[in-house]
């Protein structure tokens, strides 16, 4: 599989991405290398592949951060509901915090209130509140932010307000950017 890094501007933000997202449905002309890839990228959504969606997310953050990778925290976006989230998150970020080193954030960010997902409109606009950052453990901290998917950029975006007042670098990693 082909997985350098790719680095996009989204709404002026600089991402990392494992890769672009394409409808299988719609594009035929894909190498067996590209669907395996979209494979583990699509069943990580419906909470599988953990384990491989990890070493591929892992292998771009220390292409990215080599040396100073341990000097970050991995914490992911939450899902729109809290079962959701453990499930797909919780074992995932073991994985690529015991592979890259970087301490493991995934309960910096807690969702305590569920909704529903709106890809590409990110979080219901009336559940946007619905998270809530652990001050404590984010304070002074170098973020490596991560989401599945972006395509619109509003989730990440309400995130990011919220973490830079507190945190001392903020970065963000996902496995797909809609195209």
């Not at 809290?82 to 499930?87: A, Y």
């Not at 979080?123 to 619109?152: G, M, Q």
């Amino acid at each position: 599989m082909n997985n350098s890094l790719i680095n996009r501007i989204i709404n002026g933000n600089n991402y990392l991405l494992v890769s672009d997202y394409y409808n299988l449905d719609e594009y035929y002309d894909i190498e067996f290398s590209d669907l395996r890839l979209k494979t583990i990228i699509s069943e990580f959504k419906h909470c599988k592949y953990q384990k491989e969606a990890a070493n591929l997310v892992s292998r771009v953050l220390i292409e990215r951060y080599e040396d100073n990778i341990n000097k970050y925290c991995f914490v992911t976006v939450p899902c729109s509901n809290r079962l959701k989230t453990e499930k797909k998150y919780n074992g995932f970020s073991k994985i690529v915090s015991s592979i890259t080193g970087m301490e493991n954030g995934h309960d910096f960010i807690i969702r305590y209130k569920d909704s529903k997902p709106k890809y590409g409109f990110g979080f219901e606009s009336l559940t946007y509140y619905s998270i809530e950052l652990d001050i404590k453990k984010i304070n002074n901290k170098k973020i490596v932010l991560f989401d599945d998917f972006i395509c619109s950029g509003n989730t990440v975006n309400y995130i990011k307000k919220r973490l830079s007042w507190f945190c001392k670098d903020l970065n963000f990693v996902f496995l797909e950017k809609k195209v």
